[in-house]
């Protein structure tokens, strides 16, 4: 029996699929390049930057290919002229939708250096200047007292004049503002490695001498405040916690 016409129809309808296959190749290949193109930025996750300063620095041109982008060029961009900004998180969302999630540092400091205000986030990074100290207090900044500062950068940590500094004072800083004081201390002075003090609710200067043993010493000074609220709530003065294993107090005034 013959199945040579079998076989050429089974043939031709396997170049057909074949053909179909391709075709339907190239119509969803060319669909993805006509289609998924950028029309919409969305910037999330930003408190202290400004979305358009945001979205201007980026520089993302709408109708560009949502896989065309280059992420890391974009983060470094929108970091290098907008100070608060961490990190940036881009997420693609299908077909057209560009999404910047933003991470910011928080201001927590101000402080002068050289002739400038500076704000200041946690790890002593440079996040604004200003002339003046007036909007600082509204604003919830605690003023920081520093050693000498060889640079201040926006957007850099600062550079000290020794090289072993900057651990060295955030290792304080980060002591001091993760204790249970921290919301209510008003000022923090640590210029001098050996004398480290800061301002209690503008009641009690706590001094701590140098930062050996820093953690202990805090302990002890939350102590010794919680005991003088409930014993002496109307007077002020000087915590002495220079030691590790105890504290003093000595009175200069009262307060209404």
Known sequence: MNKT???????????????????????????????????????????????????????????????????????????????????????????????????????????????????????????????????????????LILPEVKKAELGKKLVFASDSDYEKNTAIIHAVMSSSMAENITSVDISSRFNINIMYKSKYTVVFGNAEGMEKKLSFCIKTIKYLEETMPGVSGVIHAEKTDETSFEITGTVG
């Open 5 to 143: 016409p079998e076989i050429n129809a089974m043939r031709r309808k396997e170049r057909l699929i074949r053909v179909l296959f391709v075709l339907a190749t190239l119509v969803l290949v060319a669909s993805f390049l006509a289609f998924c193109r950028i029309k919409t930025v969305t910037v999330d996750g930003n408190v202290y930057t400004k979305t358009e300063d945001i979205l201007s620095s980026a520089s993302i041109k709408i109708k560009s290919h949502i896989y065309s982008i280059d992420k890391d060029a974009i983060e470094a961009k929108i970091k290098s002229t907008n100070p608060y900004v961490t990190s940036v998180l881009i997420r693609r969302k299908f077909p057209a939708t560009l999404r910047l999630i933003i991470t910011e540092d928080k201001p927590l400091f101000y402080s002068l250096i050289g002739e400038s205000f500076y704000v200041i986030s946690y790890d002593l990074r440079v996040l604004e200047t200003a002339e003046t100290p007036n909007e600082f207090s509204s604003r919830g900044l605690t003023p």
